[in-house]
């Protein structure tokens, strides 16, 4: 049984930070591809930053450089590292774990980036 749980969204001004977590249980985070994906109010879910479990990580143009993921294998928990926030990073953010035969989703945490 899969569980992801996210947390640390919220309402922040532009420029400013926030860090989401993903805490994974039914499943071991350092041994499968994970991602963050957003969906902003009108339009498709899509992925901002991705880790795979050799360690390699991908980012969407977007956020290069302001976003970074994050694995904690001892708590079996991802994070992403939001930095100088934009409006446009607003959306519901979601963590991903894909196994070799499933994709498994978090519930989504809202960010919501204020000018």
């Known amino acids: 049984q899969v569980q992801l749980v996210e947390s640390g969204g919220g309402l922040v001004q532009a420029g400013g930070s926030l860090r989401l977590s993903c805490a994974a249980s039914?499943?071991?985070?350092?041994?499968?591809?994970m991602g963050w994906y957003r969906q902003a109010p009108g339009k498709e879910r899509d992925l901002v930053a991705s880790?795979?479990?050799?360690?390699?990580?991908m980012y969407a143009d977007s956020v290069k450089g302001r976003f970074t993921i994050v694995r904690d294998n001892g708590e079996n928990t991802m994070y992403l590292q939001m930095n100088n926030l934009k409006p446009e990073d607003t959306g519901v953010y979601y963590c991903?774990?894909?196994?070799?035969?499933?994709?498994?989703w978090g519930r989504g945490t809202q960010v919501t980036v204020s000018s």
């Open positions: 991903n774990f894909q196994t070799m035969s499933s994709n498994y």
């Open positions: 880790r795979g479990s050799t360690g390699n990580t």
């Open positions: 039914g499943i071991i985070v350092g041994f499968n591809d």
